[in-house]
């Protein structure tokens, strides 16, 4: 993934793909709870908590601190400090963090989270890109 566009979005965009698919993934989601055996590696968790308690506390610098160059280039405090006051609210109510699986993207790793909010709001797919132990993306969806 060449120079990646690394953003953190709190948009949902549905499309009617989108609207279709998503019935297929629930039936998909409710097996992979099931699988005990579907767990990230204890590191890729802790990043993924660490990230999640950067936008609930707002701390920039937490947020960027283990990504890569690009990464940290490509997140502004400002669209960072945008995304934290939409979520931390949703987060400090509460969540759930279920996760989803991972992928092997063109030498990244991408892990897939479902959060669930205990405000009944919509859900948010995270996405957290690895590549030799740093962040090159983290997406809220």
């Given amino acids: ?13 549905m499309s009617p793909l989108t609207l279709a698919v998503a019935k ?8 992979i ?3 005990k055996s579907n767990q ?5 968790q802790r990043t993924f908590t660490s990230l999640i308690n950067a936008v609930e ?3 920039y610098t937490q947020f960027i601190s283990l990504g890569n160059a690009a990464f940290k280039e490509g997140i502004t405090r400002q669209t960072f400090t945008q995304v934290s006051r939409q979520l931390a609210p949703r987060i400090k109510k509460g ?3 279920v996760f989803l699986g991972n992928l092997n993207q063109q030498g990244y ?6 959060l669930t909010f205990f405000d009944g709001g919509d859900d948010v797919l995270a996405r957290l890109i690895l590549k030799d132990g ?6 809220l969806n």
């Fill in 1 to 13: 993934m060449n120079k990646m566009g690394f953003v953190v979005a709190a948009v949902v965009i």
């Fill in 24 to 31: 297929n993934v629930q039936a998909v989601n409710e097996q």
């Fill in 33 to 35: 709870k099931a699988t």
């Fill in 40 to 44: 990230p590696e204890q590191s890729v």
């Fill in 57 to 59: 506390q707002n701390n």
């Fill in 95 to 97: 969540y759930s963090a």
């Fill in 109 to 114: 790793q991408v892990y897939l989270w479902k």
């Fill in 134 to 139: 740093k962040i090159g993306g983290f997406w």
